[in-house]
């Protein structure tokens, strides 16, 4: 038998329907803006401390209580998150509830007494000295701008409480851990980078050469012919040096460090082009000389590696740049040899970006190839290592126009 409601029942049921904003039962947006706005307030309320200070019995209740709140908010948000396969999110959780099961743990306060006892004041306190000694340091040499220079100061120095922590006995383990997490957890509502990461400075290594190669890349075919223009540059270029002299790579992966000294050596080989003083008038020629209607037809055929249904899309990039060099070398092969020295200026340009970018550098007309290989065991952490070293531009080095 069919039983049906009361009338009052159905009534309330869709009261309920038209009041409830649309979308308010719905799962939570997978996305960084969103774990900040649930729980940026939630972890800058913790008062846990790492620098050896007390954690007495109010504060770690008070903090438990406020994670364990929050708790299966952000077991329903990793589903959802696991659903979405954003493993960048997911972190984040993950590294919340391991802090919510490091702070609330049953044995904790044993833990932090030891490492309260044996935490070294005057080793945290040179640490942090020297690490902002040292951003000072990379700053001023250009490789460095404000805002990734507050993440990094704030970072390394939480990374110093562990440094001092470093003598402590293995009984004092959980608390250490509990540090590590809480640490790692601060940093990611910060939408800053956790102290490992930054770690390895490959990503200032490479900015330093990208946002010299990049804003001369940007005109090419073309290439700047007055002589104050192009000094700019070649003060630019000569700089990098500079900016790369206190850089640290030496804790990053042996695959990041090849990559790395590839891009250093064949923009090192480029400086002869791009600072020769013949430049000036080998480019105003060459900027007459080229065929422009050529080029457009060849450019035109080249294959956009957007496009779907590619099945590398990665190569398929490598080959466009290697075409668009094609292109451009064909459509001043009438020009006369006093453009020789542009042509080899804009050779080496590309030849630059193709170390940046990953990819093999090609043999064409008589020049040499060589750099970066681009081989199966190197293409597997291509996609990580390129999110991770997206370029931001430098402010002591753009003005080139």
Same mark, same amino acid.
């Given at each position: 038998?069919?039983?049906?409601?009361?009338?009052?029942?159905?009534?309330? =049921?869709?009261?309920?329907?038209?009041?409830?904003?649309?979308? #308010?039962?719905?799962?939570?947006?997978?996305?960084?803006?969103?774990?900040?706005?649930? @729980?940026?307030?939630?972890?800058?309320?913790?008062?846990?401390?790492?620098?050896?200070?007390? !954690?007495?019995?109010?504060?770690? %209740? *008070?903090?438990?209580?406020?994670?364990?709140?929050?708790?299966?908010?952000?077991?329903?948000?990793?589903?959802?998150?696991?659903?979405?396969?954003?493993?960048? =999110? %997911?972190?984040?959780?993950?590294?919340?509830?391991?802090?919510?099961?490091?702070?609330?743990?049953?044995?904790?306060?044993?833990?932090?007494?030891?490492?309260?006892?044996?935490?070294?004041?005057?080793?945290?306190?040179?640490? %942090?000295? &020297?690490?902002?000694?040292?951003?000072?340091?990379?700053?001023?040499?250009?490789?460095?701008?404000?805002?990734?220079?507050?993440?990094? &100061?704030?970072?390394?120095? @939480? $990374?110093?409480?562990?440094?001092?922590?470093?003598?402590?006995?293995?009984?004092?383990?959980?608390?250490?851990?509990?540090?590590?997490?809480?640490?790692?957890?601060?940093?990611?509502?910060?939408?800053?980078?956790?102290?490992?990461? @930054?770690?390895?400075? #490959?990503?200032? /290594?490479?900015? +330093?050469?990208?946002?010299?190669?990049?804003?001369?890349?940007?005109?090419?075919?073309?290439?700047?012919?007055?002589? #104050?223009?192009?000094?700019?540059?070649?003060?630019?270029? %000569?700089?990098?040096?500079?900016?790369?002299? &206190?850089?640290?790579?030496?804790?990053?992966?042996?695959?990041?460090?090849?990559?790395?000294?590839?891009?250093?050596?064949? /923009?090192?080989?480029?400086?002869?082009?791009?600072?020769?003083?013949?430049?000036? #008038?080998?480019?105003?020629?060459?900027? !007459?000389?080229?065929?422009?209607?050529?080029?457009?037809?060849?450019?035109?055929?080249? $294959?956009?590696?957007?496009? /779907?249904?590619?099945?590398?899309?990665?190569?398929?990039?490598?080959?466009?740049?290697?075409?668009?060099?094609?292109?451009? *070398?064909?459509?001043?092969?009438?020009?006369?040899?006093?453009?020789?020295?542009?042509?080899?200026?804009?050779?080496?340009?590309?030849?630059?970006?193709?170390?940046?970018?990953? +990819?093999?550098?090609?043999?064409?007309?008589? @020049?040499?190839?060589?750099?970066?290989?681009?081989?199966?065991?190197? *293409?597997?952490?291509?996609?990580?290592?390129?999110?991770?070293?997206?370029?931001?531009?430098?402010?002591?080095?753009?003005?080139?126009?």
């Amino acid at each position: 038998m069919l039983h049906l409601t009361s009338s009052r029942a159905t009534a309330i =049921v869709l009261l309920f329907v038209f009041l409830v904003e649309p979308g #308010a039962c719905a799962q939570p947006e997978c996305s960084l803006a969103t774990f900040n706005r649930l @729980y940026l307030p939630v972890v800058l309320k913790l008062n846990f401390k790492v620098t050896g200070q007390s !954690n007495t019995p109010d504060i770690r %209740k *008070l903090d438990c209580d406020n994670l364990k709140e929050i708790t299966p908010g952000v077991e329903t948000f990793l589903e959802k998150c696991s659903a979405d396969n954003n493993e960048y =999110v %997911k972190e984040k959780l993950t590294r919340l509830l391991l802090t919510k099961e490091s702070l609330c743990g049953n044995e904790l306060e044993e833990d932090l007494n030891f490492w309260r006892d044996c935490f070294s004041p005057s080793v945290f306190a040179e640490c %942090k000295k &020297n690490v902002e000694e040292r951003l000072g340091k990379l700053e001023q040499d250009g490789a460095l701008d404000e805002p990734d220079k507050w993440c990094r &100061n704030k970072s390394l120095s @939480y $990374q110093c409480a562990l440094k001092a922590g470093a003598g402590c006995p293995t009984k004092a383990e959980r608390a250490r851990k509990a540090v590590e997490n809480y640490i790692n957890t601060l940093m990611d509502v910060h939408e800053c980078l956790r102290p490992t990461v @930054y770690a390895c400075e #490959a990503k200032l /290594f490479y900015d +330093c050469h990208w946002v010299v190669v990049h804003q001369r890349a940007k005109e090419l075919p073309f290439l700047h012919s007055g002589e #104050a223009a192009l000094a700019k540059y070649c003060k630019a270029t %000569k700089s990098v040096s500079t900016c790369t002299r &206190n850089v640290q790579i030496e804790q990053c992966s042996e695959q990041e460090k090849i990559y790395l000294r590839t891009v250093e050596d064949g /923009f090192r080989r480029s400086l002869d082009s791009l600072c020769d003083e013949k430049l000036p #008038a080998s480019a105003e020629v060459w900027n !007459n000389c080229l065929n422009l209607e050529a080029l457009k037809n060849c450019t035109s055929k080249i $294959q956009d590696p957007r496009n /779907f249904g590619i099945k590398d899309p990665y190569l398929e990039t490598c080959r466009e740049e290697e075409e668009t060099l094609k292109c451009e *070398l064909a459509a001043g092969s009438n020009c006369p040899a006093s453009a020789d020295v542009a042509k080899k200026a804009l050779y080496d340009i590309r030849m630059t970006l193709f170390d940046i970018k990953r +990819c093999s550098r090609p043999k064409l007309d008589g @020049y040499g190839g060589s750099g970066f290989s681009t081989t199966p065991a190197v *293409l597997v952490t291509l996609s990580a290592l390129c999110v991770a070293l997206l370029p931001t531009r430098r402010t002591l080095l753009l003005d080139f126009n």
